[in-house]
């Protein structure tokens, strides 16, 4: 939906949901990937599978297609996790990993009710694994420190984006 394209992407409880929210708030037009493109299906066909796996959290290819193609505005960020991300990063005019240190990371999983992803005890192994071995995000990322308040994450998102609309 923008004539610029990025992507934030980062493990379970990096702030993905609250850095959209943010740039919502601030009258940027952001899509929170996890609830309006994603479903669960095989990553490498997108064929639709049973019952809920982070493995099988992936977005629908077709409409992050058509949604970066459409040119309604200036930028679009593209906010969540996909485990088929590379079968569409290179749409993207860049790519935004958020960190955070395992401490934080407990912290905010700490409060997340059990029905929500990384609420259970067998999600938050999984997360600290992903979270040592950052396996399933991007690797060429700009990696933004995500320890640091809302504000400054998103001023550091912004800043790097019209950095980028500069050397264009």
Known sequence: MGIRNYLIEGISGTGKTTVCKELQRRGYHAINGDRELAYQGDPETGTRTDGVTHEHHIWHIDKVKALV?????????????????????????????LEVDLDTLNRRLDKRPEDEWGGKKTERELIKRLHKTKEDIPKNGMIIDATAPIAYVVDEIVRQCEGNKRQR
């Open 69 to 97: 193609a459409s040119q309604d505005e200036p930028v679009t960020f593209f906010c969540g996790g996909s485990r088929n991300f590379s079968k569409f990063i290179d749409l993207f005019d860049g790519v935004f990993v």
